[in-house]
């Protein structure tokens, strides 16, 4: 942590004396826009984040699309499964981003929430999900930036 950025400035950082933040991404199938954030920000922090993803009418398999698209960027999700939201899920993390899951995601006082307006990339080819992928990517570097200061200066 550097000296401008400490818990009581940065309340995403407060825990982060304790343990790792750990973020929940959601959305309705868990099958594209979830599992790329997850993915994405498990590669790009390194680990230093937990990751978890979830929806809350999971999808059979994770979009193919999205793995193509995921694959391209060299990480691979070809092995990823929907997952079913559960209040314990959200409990245990520190921030819950939300893709599109409406009012059927918990609230718990303490979270910190983002809704994140992307485009969905279910019925889309590759060409279709690379603008949502990036965009997600994006937003992920922040998030980053936000939860672990020093070490986005670094990258």
Known sequence: MTAETTPETNPA???MTTQRPSVLF???????RSQMAAAYLHHLSQG???VRSAGS?????????AVAAMAEEGIDISANQPQVLTDEAVQDSDVVITMGCGDA??????KRYEDWKL????GQGIDGVRPIRNEIKTRIEQLISE????VATQN
């Open 119 to 122: 485009e969905d990339p279910a």
């Open 26 to 32: 959601v959305c309705v199938h868990n099958a594209g």
């Open 147 to 150: 939860l672990l200061p020093a």
């Open 57 to 65: 009418a999971p999808g059979d398999a994770v979009n193919l699309a």
């Open 13 to 15: 950082a407060q825990n």
């Open 48 to 50: 230093r984040i937990e």
């Open 105 to 110: 995601c918990p609230f718990y006082p303490g």
